[in-house]
């Protein structure tokens, strides 16, 4: 059973910085792509970032280029996301998301397992 388990979230001001993570377990994504993806009250979900099995390719949405990075670790099974320079937008319930290829796409339904999110509020 595939299970993603995202930690992290929490409160901070705006201008300060999180990081999440999130552990793999019950399949080997240590060949695949992984991904962060958030959803914001009353809107859709948003690719955040993606990064392949070897780390050697990333895609960022265009709202966190420049403020978020995403890393991951195969010795662990484990994907971070740094956030910088939070803004009040980056409010959200941050997934971490799972391929079932090593391609680092930007849509959200290119992604096949889900954890079950960690909240992210940016006050203001």
Not at 33 to 55: C, L, N, T, Y
């Amino acid at each position: 059973q595939v299970q993603l388990v995202e930690s992290g979230g929490g409160l901070v001001q705006a201008g300060g910085s999180l990081r999440l993570s999130c552990a793999a377990s019950g399949r080997t994504f240590s060949r695949t792509a992984m991904a962060w993806v958030r959803q914001a009250p009353g809107k859709e979900r948003e690719f955040v970032a993606a990064i392949s099995w070897g780390g050697a390719s990333t895609n960022y949405g265009d709202s966190v280029k420049g403020r978020f990075t995403i890393s991951r670790d195969n010795a662990k099974i484990t994907v971070a996301l740094q956030m910088n320079s939070l803004k009040s937008e980056d409010t959200a319930v941050y997934y971490c998301a799972g391929s079932r290829s090593n391609y680092v796409g930007a849509l959200v339904s290119e992604y096949d397992y889900w954890g079950q999110g960690t909240q992210v509020t940016v006050s203001s």
